[in-house]
């Protein structure tokens, strides 16, 4: 099957993805978190099930991207979406210096190798594929949908969207108040790559960051409540101390006006 077949599966048969996006973008992108979402916890639920973690979310993960950037070459919208190098120089960026923190704030506390060679690879790919698909739906099509009504209300909810959406690791066993911290850190890293894509009109910094920051997660060992919580503080602190300050610094370079 030709990938212009395969395309027109997908997107063009009956009531398919294309004709949602022509006819309501926002929801399009409703549609897209949701098979994210369910998709990626159903997958990890059955993966551990067979005692390979990842083993069915990482084909899921490269099924679900190939078909996404399948949807944004044919129709053209690789630089709509933020698939191309930064507007702003490096200069007006902080020559990215704070995202450079965050990743390395994710093994401050040391790495930990404890898992077996075929569970580091799947689950390493699977953080790399992670930075991707949550970008591209989070700060692509649900912040551009929700941008061309209003852009504070798209910054907000995209934002606080991506966040909430963690909540889902309970359901996978997590605990309480480890996820109330990822929740909070990743509404923080939210705001500041919806300022990244708002200023720059690129989220390839936004996607090398978040599947650096996800993979070297891999590797981050235990730690006590109080180191996750402080951790997370600082996290927090440099997200949205960024995002803020590309705001402040680059008034007169966005994307969208309302």
Not at 124 to 141: A, N, T, Y
């Amino acid at each position: 099957m030709t990938n212009g077949k395969f395309y027109d599966i997908i997107f063009s048969g009956g009531d398919g993805m294309k004709k949602l996006y022509n006819k309501n973008q926002l929801m399009f992108s409703i549609v897209l978190i949701v098979i994210y979402v369910v998709g990626a916890s159903v997958c990890d639920s059955v993966s551990e099930k067979t005692g390979l973690t990842k083993a069915l979310t990482l084909p899921f993960f490269i099924v679900f991207s190939a078909v996404i950037l399948l949807f944004l070459g044919k129709e053209k919208f690789f630089r709509e979406f933020g698939l191309c190098k930064s507007q702003l120089p490096a200069k007006k960026l902080l020559y990215f210096i704070p995202l450079v923190l965050l990743c390395l704030l994710n093994v401050i506390t040391g790495m930990s190798i404890t898992k077996t060679v075929p569970v580091i690879i799947l689950e390493v790919l699977s953080m790399l594929f992670v930075g991707f698909l949550e970008e591209i739906i989070f700060r692509g099509f649900l912040f551009k949908a929700m941008a061309k009504d209003s852009l504070k209300a798209a910054v907000v909810v995209s934002s606080l969207t991506f966040g909430i959406g963690h909540i889902v690791n309970l359901l996978n066993g997590a605990e309480v108040i480890s996820t109330l911290c990822q929740i909070v850190g990743a509404v923080g890293f939210g705001f500041m790559c919806v300022m990244i894509f708002a200023k720059s009109e690129s989220l390839l910094p936004c996607i090398i960051t978040h599947s650096v920051f996800n993979m070297l997660s891999v590797f981050t060992p235990e730690t006590e409540m109080v180191t996750t919580i402080i951790v997370s503080a600082v996290m927090l602190v440099i997200t949205v101390g960024y995002g803020i300050c590309l705001h402040l610094n680059n008034r007169n370079n966005i994307v969208f006006q309302e």
